[in-house]
């Protein structure tokens, strides 16, 4: 049996090598303010733990994550029981986040999709169903090659296979997005006032 010494060691080892990881990161934080700024939204999506991680984020966001400033524009396809349960019902689950983003998503949004495995089939649908609009797709997913990786235009690969070390990765992520994009927001908007001013 692994110690819970070895199972923090096995965390402590996958965010150490994330620091590689750092210019894809800003890049994507860059993607996540111009959006924003273009009046877009960041629309999140992911099954189980990853739904749960989509919802956080967005909450992040729509409020605050250290700073206070204007709500920022995030939904979670995850979050409104009544329609993902009437999607399946009626299209399959396979659907539920493809018929969300057809009536939700504009070409200035971005659509994050977060999948340790990078092959459930309702968030590949939503990003091909994303790309039609003209929106930008980003995937979260673990390192294994994945169908997800064809369908976007950043994948950000998380370098391991252990589902729980994935998630724990793509919520710190996604609190460094919600961090910096925020503080982004922040001295923009002080500077636009002090313009008014």
């Not at 060691?9 to 994330?18: A, F, P, T």
């Not at 994550?65 to 399959?92: H, M, V, W």
């Not at 039609?132 to 369908?151: D, K, M, N, P």
Request: aromatic share 4%; glycine share 8%.
């Amino acid at each position: 049996m692994i110690s819970l010494e070895e199972r923090l060691q096995k965390h402590i080892d996958v965010v150490r090598q994330l620091t590689a990881q750092i210019p894809q990161i800003e890049s994507i934080a860059g993607k996540l303010l111009n959006a924003l700024q273009a009046g877009g939204k960041i629309i999140w999506m992911g099954n189980g733990g990853s739904a749960a991680d989509a919802q956080h984020l967005a909450a992040e966001l729509v409020g605050r994550f250290t700073k206070e400033r204007k709500g920022l524009a995030s939904i979670a396809l995850s979050a409104n029981t009544a329609t993902l349960t009437a999607i399946a019902n009626d299209y399959g689950y396979e659907n539920v986040f493809r018929r969300q983003i057809e009536a939700l998503c504009q070409p200035n949004d971005i659509v994050i999709g977060l999948s340790t495995s990078g092959n459930s089939a309702n968030v590949v649908n939503a990003m091909i169903a994303a790309g039609e609009v003209g929106a930008v797709r980003i995937g979260f997913t673990g390192q294994a090659e994945s169908r997800l990786l064809a369908h976007v235009e950043e994948c950000l690969r998380i370098p391991s296979h252990d589902t729980a070390r994935t998630q724990e990765a793509h919520l710190l992520i996604g609190h460094l997005l919600c961090d910096w994009v925020e503080a982004a927001m922040v001295q923009t908007q002080a500077s636009e006032e002090a313009d008014y001013v």
